[in-house]
C-alpha cells in the first residue's frame, strides 16, 4: 500500500492562485505516475493532471492553462499549481499514485485529499 499526503489546501480568494503539494511513501520510479483529481459532493472524480516518473506531463484538454503539474523539490513529491481561481474549483482535491501506469494492471493508490474552498 502507498501512503500518499497532501498539503496546501485552504482558503482563497477568486482570481487567486494556490500550490498543492503531494507526497509518496514510495519511490516515484519506472512505469509510476502521479496525478490530481477533485471530488465535489454528488459527483464523480474529476481528473485534472498527470506526471510520469520520467516527467510528461499530461491534461485534460478542458484544464490546460490555468493548473500546472510539477515534480517537487522533495523526493517522490508532486505539485499541482492552480491559478485564476473560481468558486467552481471548489473541491477537495486529491493525489493519486499510479503504479504501471497506461497498462491493463494499473493500480491506483489514493490519499485523504486536501479541501479548497474559492470564495469571497
Known amino acids: 500500500q502507498v501512503q500518499l499526503v497532501e498539503s496546501g489546501g485552504g ?3 477568486p482570481g487567486e ?21 477533485r471530488q465535489t459532493p454528488g459527483n ?3 481528473y485534472l493532471a498527470m506526471i510520469s516518473s520520467g516527467g510528461t506531463t499530461y491534461y485534460p484538454d478542458s484544464r490546460r492553462g490555468r493548473f500546472t503539474i510539477s515534480m517537487g523539490n522533495a ?10 481561481l473560481k ?3 471548489t473541491a477537495v482535491y486529491l493525489c493519486a499514485f499510479q503504479e504501471n501506469y497506461m497498462t ?3 493500480r491506483f493508490h489514493w490519499g ?5 474552498t ?3
Open 11 to 13: 482558503l482563497v480568494q
Open 118 to 120: 474559492v470564495s469571497t
Open 44 to 46: 464523480r472524480r474529476e
Open 87 to 89: 468558486p467552481e474549483d
Open 17 to 37: 492562485s494556490l500550490t498543492l503539494s503531494c507526497t509518496a511513501s514510495r519511490r516515484f520510479a519506472d512505469r509510476t505516475a502521479m496525478g490530481w483529481y
Open 75 to 84: 523526493p517522490n513529491t508532486v505539485t499541482l499549481h492552480m491559478s485564476d
Open 112 to 116: 485523504q485529499g486536501t479541501q479548497v
Open 104 to 106: 491493463t494492471s494499473e
